[in-house]
């Protein structure tokens, strides 16, 4: 077994950010995990320097993978010190909001402002439908703390190696990445911010997801740093949000649609999700968590409404089962909705709201 002494005598040999001192004694290491034969590094640089540095980055990363590991994942970590408050100036450009990976036409958020609303099984479904519309469709699982694409997807397998890059794995049509693939179900993710941010965007720029028309981006529930991070800069299309009809839920929706609208990136709608219940045996509706509450909320925020998906057992029992409703039985009732739902994002982004994102510029 692989510790945290072999990994740092691996890295004697790596010159630290400065070219001189090893990387260990350089102060540069910002976190170290190892997870079952699989290291997780994280190196704190300036941002200014984050391309000269990329061949220390690949060294360091080599040098990990010599211990003969089963996976070695190097980021580089941009913290920026803060600086003199200038004078004032004249007015300038929008602030950048991210930079465009090649071959992705659209990048959208699946979002809810709290957990426990069915957002990952509502985000597998969507981007099964919008495949369905005959889009090139790929899933993100941005939720490194709790990763539900493996059992939603029922992937077992590892992402294979194409250089420096993984390849995102096929299941049901559409293409996947997740922390999930390269750690045990059971693992906890026990990291900071900063290395939760670098894996997220290791996971989403260092994959071959070849030509897609959209990528669909299941983000962690809440409204935190990691959420607000991700937002800044990823080049989001826009954003779906999914909330139950009870009052709680939607207290935590609000709070979503409060930051997609402070880091600009248009809402496109608003899901019902456990709308409501139809008893398998008798046919009644029982409105559980209340019922419209999204619907309001849509009309009060001025977003489109896209749709109620009831709370059926048919949809848990499949979606534990990685076999999703919609792959399974695209002709039911339930699929339908959710293709209703996909043929409203597609519109939408098709109309022009999705954006070009500008290039990045540190000062």
């Known amino acids: ?29 910002a976190g170290l995990s ?19 540095l990329e ?26 010190e803060a600086a003199p408050v200038p004078p004032p100036a004249a007015p300038r450009p929008a602030a950048p909001r991210g930079l465009a990976i090649p071959g992705i036409a659209n990048i959208i958020a699946v979002a809810s402002g709290k957990g426990g609303v069915g957002k990952s099984t509502t985000c597998v479904n969507l981007s099964l439908a919008l495949a369905a519309q005959g889009w090139r469709v790929g899933i993100l699982d941005a939720d490194i703390y709790g ?16 250089g420096r890059h ?25 990291w900071r911010g900063p290395m939760v941010m670098a894996a997220i965007q290791q996971l989403l720029r260092d994959v071959t997801w070849g030509e897609l028309d959209c990528l669909v981006v299941d983000m962690p529930p809440g409204t935190g740093d990691a959420q607000l991070t991700l937002a800044q800069n990823v080049p989001l299309a826009g954003a779906v949000v999914v909330s139950t009809p009870q009052d709680l839920a939607l207290i935590d929706a609000r709070r979503g649609i ?55 057992i048919g949809i848990r029992e499949t979606s534990d089962a990685g076999k999703p409703v919609v792959a399974i ?10 293709k209703d739902i996909a043929a409203q994002v597609k519109a939408r982004l098709e109309k022009g709201r999705a954006r070009v994102a500008p290039k990045i510029f540190i000062e």
């Open 34 to 52: 190892i997870k079952d034969d699989k290291v997780y590094l994280s190196i704190a640089i300036d941002p200014k320097q984050s391309t000269a």
């Open 147 to 162: 990763p539900s694409l493996p059992r939603l997807l029922g992937i077992r397998s590892k992402p294979e190696a194409e």
């Open 258 to 312: 409060a930051m997609f609208n402070k880091v600009d990136v248009p809402v496109l709608g608003i899901i019902e999700n456990m709308s409501y219940f139809l008893c398998p045996h008798c046919g009644g509706r029982s409105d559980i968590f209340a019922h419209g509450g999204a619907r309001h909320e849509a009309e009060r925020y001025g977003v489109p409404f896209l749709g109620e998906v009831p709370l059926d």
């Open 329 to 338: 039985d695209p002709a039911a009732a339930h699929s339908i909705i959710y």
């Open 166 to 190: 993984m390849r995102a794995i096929e299941a049901f049509g559409i293409k996947a990445m997740s922390i999930g693939f390269l750690v045990e179900e059971e693992d906890p993710m026990i």
């Open 1 to 29: 077994m692989v510790s945290n002494q072999d990994v740092l005598a691996a890295l004697q040999g790596v010159p630290g950010p400065d070219g001189k001192t090893p990387l260990p004694q350089s102060g540069a290491v």
């Open 55 to 80: 061949p220390m980055r690949v060294a360091a990363e080599a040098a990990v993978k010599k211990l003969g590991v089963a996976t070695a994942l190097v980021s580089l970590t941009a913290e920026k």
